[in-house]
Structure formats: structure tokens, C-alpha cells
């Protein structure tokens, strides 16, 4: 028995077990496991889901998880928490990334950017936190504050994520898991930002539920309770006009596929611009010449540009004229720059008309850093040479935001808001071209390159959050899929499935009006960036006072 003890004191002896016993190593796994919860919200990749995957539910419970984790805990641990935290959410969400490359490097690279946001935001709450009123439990208002200051500091780190640097990453935020919760109609009031501040919001609440049961404060427990079902409850009251206001139009939506070897299906001339087109005779089969006002097409339909190859205008054109209506096509336009002399690209978004052939283009305003363009290549390329693998940048277009297509039901030029592919995630880039007067969104994107990844499921969440946000249907036109047309309400009416040649026809109504959103603009973004380094501020000058005076106080 003595010899049986003395081993279990050598045991606890060895560094190993001293490193498991710590409870910050704990801490940490759980903040690893809090943001797993997190992606587990999002939707799910197209080769399969996990069990619950997809319910939106649990993004508040990840983030009460993580905020719990944080309490009375120091900055540089907080900080930490946060990196774990981070991990668990962007590695496996961002992983599209490792797919569309062929390599892991720029995943690890993006993710890595992304979890630098989240110890910033765990350094900033452990300081906000600090503060002594924030820390008292005999305030009744106290965890209100918390749970304010909380959500005002993630929406904040959210914001600036989402626009900073060179733009910034919009995935990931938590109104993008939330396109099924019943709060989604807040969305047209404040924008994405608002619907992930109602997110943000139950996840704190939930975690000060949790620290008070913990404590027996069960009035607490009943004021956070009753504060997390307002939150729940107000935004589903919010009235939300969803019906046509200039008449419908009648679109169809195609989906031509692209061989799952995609790159080599590129560099055959022609095949993918003639997939498009007999997944347009399809159509036209359904409907009759001249059964639809536009037929779209994705982006990267054609895979020559028919403004300067022949053959792949004689394909439009052909398609063009059989359905009896003008065709939106996708092109790259190669071109010279002047001031620099080099080969440049753009992403255009074409106008075909069956009588007059090429006509006006939406250009690409947000092209993707290290996907479509390399910024700062020189110095890039003496950590990775896989920046070589983007030979030519595709520059930012200079345009406007809408397409005006003459439609035929209208008997008028009917003005089109414009995203390509990532641009959906933005609510910037289809502001404008709703206040350009675009009565329907239009997103034609190229999901080719990341095969069975959660990427398409997530853009199609984004363009259902965003058709709340700006009170537009949105029609979603992808070479390999998911095509959707998605109601003004943020409800999916149509959708096709991934690798297969479909087309979507649908009368989709046209609005005029601007949702409260977009008449704000930046500005909720703006001041919740700004109130959230305000706060940031007072966190870490009060508790470095704070901390002094009470080191001053056991000297003495």
C-alpha cells in the first residue's frame, strides 16, 4: 500500500501529468470545442453533414460556451482562449480553401489571419471585463452590462474583420448560420450586423445563465432568461414587405455543370460555354421561345470571351436566339493596362441581346486578395511561390452596380443589382446596386473549384440573408450548383442539385423600395466599430487602475 502511494506521488511528479492537471488546458480544449459548436451551425459541406448540423442554434450555444470560458480569466489567457476558439470555428469552415488549391498553405494562411481577430476580441473582453462594476454580482444590473458590452465588442471585431484589411472576410459571420432562425427579419432593419448581434446577444445571456446557476443567483437567472426571449421574440414582430412593387419578371436560372476536373473542363475550348447552352435549350423546351425575359448564366460560363472569339459568340448568340430573350453570361476580359503596361483581367458580368449581341457589363468590384489577385506579390513570393499560380491579378471594376435588361412582360429596361460570386457575402457590394435602383439581385457564380466543400451551402445562406437585408428576391446562378431562387422573405422557392446540368424558371418579384438597412448604410457598422474600441479603451485603462490600486493596497 505505502509502495503503491509512493508511485502515484512519482506519477504526479512527471511534468506530463502536472501540464493535464492545469485548468487552463481544460479551458482550452473546451474554447476549442465552443468553436467547433460555432461551425457546426453553418451549413454543411456537400459531401454530408454531421448529426444537427446546419441548426442555427448552435451558434449562440458555441458562443455562450466561449463567453462563459472567459470569465475571471487574465488577457493574455483570455487571448489564448480566444486563438483556440477561433481554431475550432475557421479551420474547418475556411477549409474550402485547402480544397479549391490543391494545398493546404493559403487555408493555414487564412485561418491563422482569422484567429488573430478572436484573441483580440478574448484580450478585449478580459480587460472590459475587469472593470469593477462589470465584475460585481451584487449590481442587479451588472449582467446586463455584460452581456451588453459582450455583444457590442464581438460586433465590433466582426465589422472590422469583415472590411478590413484589403477588404476583408466576410465568412463566418454569425448572421450567415442564421438565414433559418426566426429572428432573420432584423436583418432588413440593421443589416447582418443586426441579425448577428441578436446571436451574439442569446450567447451571452446564455453564458450568465450558466455562471448563475452555477452561484445560486436566481434572479439572475431569471432576468437573463426573460432578456434572451425578448431577443428572441421582438425581431420575429418586425413587419417585413416582401411583394412586388414594379411587377414580376420572368427569369430563368442555368446551371450547365462542369466536369468535376474542372480545370482541365476549362481548358477545352468551348465545353463549358456549350454545356450552358444546352442546359438553355432545356429550358426553352419548358418554356417556349420567348417563355422568359433573361436567361442567366454563371459566372465563368464562358470559358473564351465572346467579345473577342468568334466561336464563343456564335455559342451565345445561338442560345440567345433560341430562347427568344437576352442572355447574362459570364466572361473574363483580358486586357492591357496603360499605366503599367501588363496583362490585367476583369470579372464582367455580360449583357447578350439576341438582336444586338454584346451590349453593356457589370464588372467585378470586390476581386478576392491570394485567390483572384496577389497583392504585394513580390514579397509573397519569397514565402511561397505558390503565388505564381495567379499569373495574371483581376483587377477591381470601375463601374456601376446594375444591369438593365429590356424585359419583354414590363415592356421597360428593368435594372438589375449585381454580386459576383464572393461579393454576396458583402452587404456593401449589393447596397449599391440597390440604390442604383436594381429591383432583383442577380449572383452568378463559379463554385467548380471547391467541389463537395461546405462553400457552396454557405454563399447560398449568405444570398438568403442578404434578400432580408436589402428586400430583393435574389437569383442565384452557379456553373455546378447550388442554383436557387430565394424570395424576398429569405425562403429558398427553387434550388437544384450540385454536378448536375438544371435550369430554375421562376416569376420573381420586383421591389423598389429600400429596407431600413440599406437607407443606414455603414453606419451601424461603423459606430458598433467605433463603441467597441471605445469600450476596449475604458477596459484596459480602468482595470490597469484598478489592478494598481489594489497592488498599492496590499503593500500597505
Same mark, same amino acid.
Given at each position: 500500500?505505502?509502495?503503491?502511494?509512493?508511485?502515484?506521488?512519482?506519477?504526479?511528479?512527471q511534468?506530463?501529468?502536472?501540464?493535464?492537471?492545469?485548468?487552463?488546458l481544460?479551458?482550452?480544449?473546451?474554447?476549442l470545442?465552443?468553436?467547433?459548436?460555432?461551425?457546426?451551425?453553418?451549413?454543411?459541406?456537400?459531401?454530408?453533414?454531421?448529426?444537427?448540423?446546419?441548426?442555427?442554434?448552435?451558434?449562440?450555444?458555441?458562443?455562450?460556451?466561449?463567453?462563459?470560458l472567459?470569465?475571471?480569466?487574465?488577457?493574455?489567457?483570455a487571448?489564448?482562449?480566444?486563438?483556440?476558439?477561433?481554431?475550432?470555428?475557421?479551420?474547418?469552415?475556411?477549409?474550402?480553401?485547402?480544397?479549391?488549391?490543391?494545398?493546404?498553405?493559403?487555408?493555414?494562411a487564412?485561418?491563422?489571419?482569422e484567429?488573430?481577430?478572436?484573441?483580440?476580441l478574448?484580450?478585449?473582453?478580459?480587460?472590459?471585463?475587469?472593470?469593477?462594476?462589470?465584475?460585481?454580482?451584487?449590481?442587479?444590473? =451588472?449582467?446586463?452590462?455584460?452581456?451588453?458590452?459582450?455583444?457590442?465588442?464581438?460586433?465590433?471585431?466582426?465589422?472590422?474583420?469583415?472590411s478590413?484589411?484589403?477588404?476583408?472576410?466576410?465568412?463566418?459571420? @454569425?448572421?450567415?448560420?442564421?438565414?433559418?432562425?426566426?429572428? @432573420?427579419?432584423?436583418?432588413?432593419y440593421?443589416?447582418?450586423?443586426?441579425?448577428?448581434?441578436?446571436?451574439?446577444?442569446?450567447?451571452?445571456? @446564455?453564458?450568465?445563465?450558466?455562471?448563475?446557476?452555477?452561484?445560486?443567483?436566481?434572479?439572475?437567472?431569471?432576468?437573463?432568461?426573460?432578456?434572451?426571449?425578448?431577443?428572441?421574440?421582438?425581431?420575429?414582430?418586425?413587419?417585413?414587405?416582401?411583394? =412586388?412593387?414594379?411587377?414580376?419578371?420572368?427569369?430563368a =436560372?442555368?446551371?450547365?455543370?462542369?466536369?468535376?476536373?474542372?480545370?482541365?473542363?476549362?481548358?477545352? =475550348?468551348?465545353?463549358?460555354?456549350?454545356?450552358?447552352?444546352?442546359?438553355?435549350?432545356?429550358?426553352?423546351?419548358?418554356?417556349?421561345?420567348?417563355?422568359?425575359?433573361?436567361?442567366?448564366?454563371?459566372?465563368?460560363s464562358?470559358?473564351?470571351?465572346?467579345?473577342?472569339?468568334?466561336?464563343?459568340?456564335?455559342?451565345? $448568340?445561338?442560345?440567345?436566339?433560341?430562347?427568344?430573350?437576352?442572355?447574362?453570361?459570364?466572361?473574363?476580359?483580358?486586357?492591357?493596362?496603360?499605366?503599367?503596361?501588363?496583362?490585367?483581367?476583369?470579372?464582367d458580368?455580360?449583357?447578350?441581346?439576341?438582336?444586338?449581341?454584346?451590349?453593356?457589363?457589370?464588372?467585378?468590384? $470586390?476581386?478576392?486578395?491570394?485567390?483572384?489577385?496577389?497583392?504585394?506579390?513580390?514579397?509573397?513570393?519569397?514565402?511561397?511561390?505558390?503565388?505564381?499560380?495567379?499569373?495574371?491579378?483581376l483587377?477591381?471594376?470601375?463601374?456601376?452596380?446594375?444591369?438593365?435588361?429590356?424585359?419583354?412582360?414590363?415592356?421597360?429596361?428593368?435594372?438589375?443589382?449585381?454580386?459576383?460570386?464572393?461579393?454576396?457575402?458583402?452587404?456593401?457590394? @449589393?447596397?449599391?446596386?440597390?440604390?442604383?435602383?436594381?429591383?432583383?439581385?442577380?449572383?452568378?457564380?463559379?463554385?467548380?473549384?471547391?467541389?463537395?466543400?461546405?462553400?457552396?451551402?454557405?454563399?447560398?445562406?449568405?444570398?438568403?440573408?442578404?434578400?432580408?437585408?436589402?428586400?430583393?428576391?435574389?437569383?442565384?446562378?452557379?456553373?455546378v450548383?447550388i442554383?436557387?431562387?430565394?424570395?424576398?422573405?429569405?425562403?429558398?422557392?427553387?434550388?437544384?442539385?450540385?454536378?448536375?446540368?438544371?435550369?430554375?424558371?421562376?416569376?420573381?418579384?420586383?421591389?423598389?423600395? $429600400?429596407?431600413?438597412?440599406?437607407r443606414?448604410?455603414?453606419w451601424?457598422?461603423?459606430?458598433?466599430?467605433?463603441?467597441?474600441?471605445?469600450?476596449?479603451?475604458?477596459?484596459?485603462?480602468?482595470?490597469?487602475?484598478?489592478?494598481?490600486?489594489?497592488?498599492?493596497?496590499?503593500?500597505?
Amino acid at each position: 500500500m505505502k509502495l503503491h502511494k509512493e508511485q502515484h506521488r512519482d506519477i504526479r511528479r512527471q511534468p506530463l501529468f502536472g501540464v493535464l492537471r492545469q485548468a487552463w488546458l481544460w479551458r482550452s480544449l473546451l474554447a476549442l470545442v465552443a468553436g467547433l459548436l460555432v461551425y457546426a451551425a453553418f451549413p454543411p459541406p456537400l459531401s454530408g453533414a454531421l448529426p444537427l448540423q446546419g441548426s442555427w442554434w448552435l451558434a449562440p450555444a458555441g458562443v455562450a460556451l466561449w463567453a462563459a470560458l472567459l470569465r475571471d480569466t487574465s488577457p493574455l489567457r483570455a487571448a489564448g482562449l480566444g486563438s483556440c476558439f477561433g481554431l475550432g470555428l475557421f479551420a474547418p469552415l475556411l477549409h474550402f480553401a485547402a480544397v479549391a488549391m490543391g494545398n493546404p498553405i493559403g487555408w493555414i494562411a487564412l485561418t491563422a489571419t482569422e484567429l488573430i481577430y478572436l484573441a483580440v476580441l478574448g484580450l478585449a473582453w478580459a480587460f472590459v471585463s475587469g472593470l469593477p462594476r462589470m465584475r460585481s454580482d451584487a449590481l442587479w444590473w =451588472a449582467s446586463f452590462a455584460r452581456v451588453g458590452a459582450f455583444t457590442l465588442l464581438w460586433c465590433g471585431m466582426e465589422e472590422l474583420r469583415s472590411s478590413w484589411p484589403l477588404g476583408g472576410l466576410p465568412f463566418g459571420r @454569425l448572421a450567415f448560420a442564421a438565414a433559418d432562425t426566426p429572428m @432573420l427579419p432584423i436583418a432588413a432593419y440593421g443589416g447582418s450586423i443586426a441579425l448577428t448581434a441578436c446571436l451574439a446577444c442569446l450567447g451571452a445571456s @446564455l453564458a450568465e445563465v450558466v455562471l448563475a446557476v452555477r452561484a445560486s443567483r436566481w434572479q439572475t437567472v431569471v432576468q437573463m432568461l426573460a432578456s434572451g426571449l425578448l431577443v428572441m421574440v421582438l425581431p420575429t414582430l418586425l413587419p417585413l414587405d416582401t411583394q =412586388a412593387q414594379a411587377g414580376t419578371l420572368r427569369v430563368a =436560372a442555368v446551371q450547365g455543370n462542369v466536369a468535376e476536373d474542372f480545370e482541365d473542363a476549362f481548358n477545352r =475550348a468551348l465545353e463549358v460555354t456549350t454545356n450552358h447552352l444546352e442546359a438553355t435549350r432545356s429550358v426553352v423546351q419548358e418554356t417556349g421561345v420567348g417563355g422568359v425575359d433573361v436567361i442567366i448564366w454563371p459566372e465563368n460560363s464562358a470559358d473564351l470571351d465572346p467579345r473577342d472569339e468568334p466561336d464563343a459568340a456564335a455559342v451565345v $448568340q445561338e442560345a440567345a436566339t433560341t430562347a427568344g430573350a437576352p442572355v447574362l453570361v459570364g466572361a473574363i476580359r483580358y486586357v492591357e493596362d496603360a499605366a503599367s503596361g501588363r496583362t490585367v483581367r476583369y470579372n464582367d458580368l455580360l449583357l447578350w441581346d439576341q438582336e444586338q449581341g454584346a451590349g453593356e457589363y457589370y464588372r467585378k468590384h $470586390q476581386p478576392v486578395p491570394f485567390a483572384e489577385y496577389i497583392p504585394w506579390r513580390g514579397s509573397v513570393r519569397h514565402i511561397t511561390t505558390q503565388v505564381d499560380r495567379i499569373g495574371i491579378d483581376l483587377l477591381p471594376g470601375t463601374g456601376g452596380h446594375t444591369l438593365k435588361v429590356r424585359a419583354a412582360s414590363q415592356d421597360r429596361e428593368v435594372p438589375l443589382a449585381v454580386g459576383i460570386c464572393f461579393e454576396v457575402a458583402y452587404d456593401s457590394a @449589393l447596397r449599391a446596386g440597390v440604390r442604383e435602383g436594381g429591383e432583383l439581385i442577380v449572383v452568378p457564380t463559379n463554385n467548380a473549384s471547391f467541389l463537395h466543400s461546405s462553400e457552396p451551402g454557405q454563399q447560398l445562406a449568405q444570398g438568403r440573408v442578404q434578400a432580408v437585408v436589402h428586400g430583393r428576391a435574389v437569383v442565384q446562378a452557379s456553373t455546378v450548383g447550388i442554383t436557387a431562387i430565394i424570395n424576398p422573405a429569405g425562403q429558398v422557392e427553387q434550388s437544384t442539385k450540385a454536378y448536375t446540368q438544371a435550369g430554375l424558371v421562376a416569376e420573381v418579384p420586383l421591389r423598389t423600395s $429600400q429596407t431600413w438597412a440599406d437607407r443606414l448604410g455603414r453606419w451601424p457598422g461603423i459606430l458598433l466599430e467605433l463603441g467597441a474600441a471605445a469600450l476596449a479603451l475604458t477596459g484596459i485603462v480602468g482595470t490597469t487602475i484598478d489592478v494598481i490600486a489594489r497592488r498599492r493596497a496590499r503593500r500597505r
